[in-house]
């Protein structure tokens, strides 16, 4: 089973920026394709960004041209740079990561972008 748990979320004005980072568990990283999602109260999850198992990203596009994913095979990680925050941006961001064995999410971190 895979475990994933998210860091760097918090407060941050518009305009400024945060970066995101989920850790995952096992062996198998280099084969799960990882996406970031997010859910506002009184909203459903939505796609924020993913990244392939061989390394092609896709965004929303909301976040297209502000948002960058990345991965780090070799530490298990997968990140999310958010840049140009905008209040809409406010929200629970989750890691996600599946394979043909599964999909898993981790529990999520908070990003309130307020002035």
């Known amino acids: 089973q895979v475990q994933l748990v998210e860091s760097g979320g918090g407060l941050v004005q518009p305009g400024g920026s945060l970066r995101l980072s989920c850790a995952a568990s096992?062996?198998?990283?280099?084969?799960?394709?990882m996406g970031w999602y997010r859910q506002a109260p009184g909203k459903q999850r939505e796609l924020v960004a993913t990244?392939?198992?061989?390394?092609?990203?896709n965004y929303a596009d909301s976040v297209r041209g502000r948002f960058t994913i990345s991965r780090d095979n070799a530490k298990n990680t997968v990140a999310l740079q958010m840049n140009s925050l905008k209040p809409e941006d406010t929200a629970v961001y989750y890691c996600?990561?599946?394979?043909?064995?599964?999909?898993?999410w981790g529990q999520g971190t908070q990003v309130t972008v307020s002035s």
């Open positions: 990244i392939s198992s061989g390394g092609t990203s």
């Open positions: 096992g062996s198998s990283f280099s084969r799960y394709a």
């Open positions: 996600n990561a599946g394979w043909v064995y599964g999909t898993y």
